[in-house]
């Protein structure tokens, strides 16, 4: 079973930059499409970016276009957050799989294993 951990989220000002890390313990995610997705209160969850296990092509919404970088190294998914604005607070998730399909995908339901969720907040 894969267990996925976030980390890096935080308190950050407007125009100020974060990077989320997505790692499994004791597994490599190279093999995994990783998709990022955010909710913030009262909203839908929305997928943010992704990163396909085939040739590691990537997406991004358009609200986060220009600003955001997903990346893989070591095993691991990286999402660097750039000009980051208060639209941008949520709870930042990730999620894998399954192996069989691997296809960068905004669609929640094409994920197997989530992790926990961390928060970022844009605030002055």
């Known amino acids: 079973q894969l267990q996925l951990v976030e980390s890096g989220g935080g308190l950050v000002q407007p125009g100020g930059s974060l990077r989320l890390s997505c790692a499994a313990s004791?597994?490599?995610?190279?093999?995994?499409?990783i998709g990022w997705f955010r909710q913030a209160p009262g909203k839908e969850r929305e997928g943010v970016s992704c990163?396909?296990?085939?040739?590691?092509r990537t997406n991004y919404a358009d609200s986060v276009k220009g600003r955001f970088t997903i990346s893989r190294d070591n095993g691991k998914v990286y999402l660097q957050m750039n000009s980051l604005k208060p639209e941008d607070t949520a709870v930042y998730y990730c999620?894998?799989?399954?192996?069989?399909?691997?296809?960068?995908?905004?669609?929640?339901?094409?994920?197997?294993?989530w992790g926990q969720g961390t928060q970022v907040t844009v605030s002055s």
């Open positions: 999620a894998a799989g399954p192996l069989t399909y691997g296809v960068c995908s905004h669609l929640s339901y094409r994920y197997t294993y």
């Open positions: 004791g597994f490599s995610l190279d093999d995994y499409a």
């Open positions: 990163i396909s296990s085939n040739r590691w």
